[in-house]
């Protein structure tokens, strides 16, 4: 190389992958935000789950009327998959090694995909980066600001210890080995900002962008910010069935990962027995109900987890496990 000239390395390719279902208020605003992005090379990947209202012709709209520099994918799957099987899709579909989500009614500021491309290479690499967001209403106007780290903890240890991860899933981003290795989520999943991160800390780690990248928005439609806590039975099932996949989730990654098995189970058995006879108690009777916690008393589950479940499914005086929210 000549004296005085540098070698430039180009730019790595980086996905988008813009998921969506029922969101035709928003989703056109949602995806001219990914197409108004900054970096280069860049590829968009627009997955609708099956919608049954307008968000897929939107989406198809935005990408014929596009004339700049960003490849474009459209995807929709021909029934509603639901929320995991649809990240599942997108990131099937999408072919860099980093792939950045949003949801359909979020925004994402222009200088978003840059700046998380930086962080996940510098200054070493890392499998996941998750920026601050701000929030805004179903009108677009700014609302106060999320109190929470985007997301918490940041250890391998801590994560065990507490029987989750917490991180706001619109702003993350994750390297696509957390599914060419560890395979897609499960069904039950709606909660992949709690599977991916637990991947991500099995492998080279998570760092935080310390500010806001996109603008969650805050509607009676979102899973958890601004909608009534479960009252139906049927959502309640929903929601166990969701941490006793990603409980099982958990446990397989962590065999895949190549740790020791026994070590998982040391810290972590409690609470997988727990959640699994939970979900597991939502499809049977009562009595059914009482035989499982008997079951799982005498298979080691403590005594105040056998009795949550009796309060729970043959009583049914308790709201069902707790869990964070994102």
Not at 166 to 194: I, N
């Amino acid at each position: 190389m000549a004296l005085g000239v540098s070698k430039v390395t180009a730019a790595p390719l980086v996905s988008i992958i813009v998921v969506a279902y029922r969101q035709e208020r928003y989703i056109r605003a949602a995806v001219r935000s990914a197409l108004a992005q900054t970096y280069t090379p860049l590829e968009i990947v627009l997955s609708d789950d099956g919608s049954p209202d307008r968000t897929f012709e939107i989406m198809q709209e935005e990408a014929a009327a596009y004339r700049g520099p960003h490849k474009v994918i459209l995807n929709r799957n021909p029934t509603n998959l639901g929320v995991a099987e649809n990240y599942n899709r997108a990131a099937s579909l999408a072919s860099a090694d980093l792939i950045v989500v949003q949801d359909g009614d979020d925004i994402s500021r222009p200088d978003r995909t840059a700046k998380l491309a930086r962080a996940a290479q510098e200054p070493t690499p890392v499998d996941m980066v998750c920026s601050r967001f701000s929030m805004i209403d179903d009108a677009g106007q700014a609302l106060p600001e999320w109190p929470l780290p985007p997301v918490a903890p940041l250890t391998l240890e801590d994560a065990l210890r507490q029987g989750s991860i917490s991180a706001a899933g619109c702003a993350c981003a994750y390297s696509r080995s957390l599914w060419t290795k560890y395979g897609p989520m499960e069904r039950d999943v709606y909660q992949e900002d709690v599977v991916l991160p637990f991947r991500a800390l099995l492998e080279r780690g998570i760092r935080v962008v310390d500010e806001p990248l996109v603008e969650y928005r805050v509607h009676d439609g979102n899973l958890f910010v601004g909608r009534p806590p479960p009252r139906s039975r049927e959502d309640r099932r929903r929601r166990a069935r969701n941490w006793a996949a990603i409980s099982h989730d958990w446990r397989r990654s962590w065999t895949l990962s190549g740790r020791e098995p026994a070590a998982f189970e040391r810290q972590f058995r409690q609470l997988l027995k727990h959640r699994e006879y939970d979900a597991e108690c939502y499809d049977r009777s009562r009595a059914y109900a009482l035989l499982t916690a008997l079951r799982g008393l005498a298979e080691g589950l403590t005594l105040r987890n056998s009795a949550g479940l009796i309060r729970r499914h043959v009583l049914r005086l308790a709201q069902p496990l707790r869990e964070k929210t994102r």
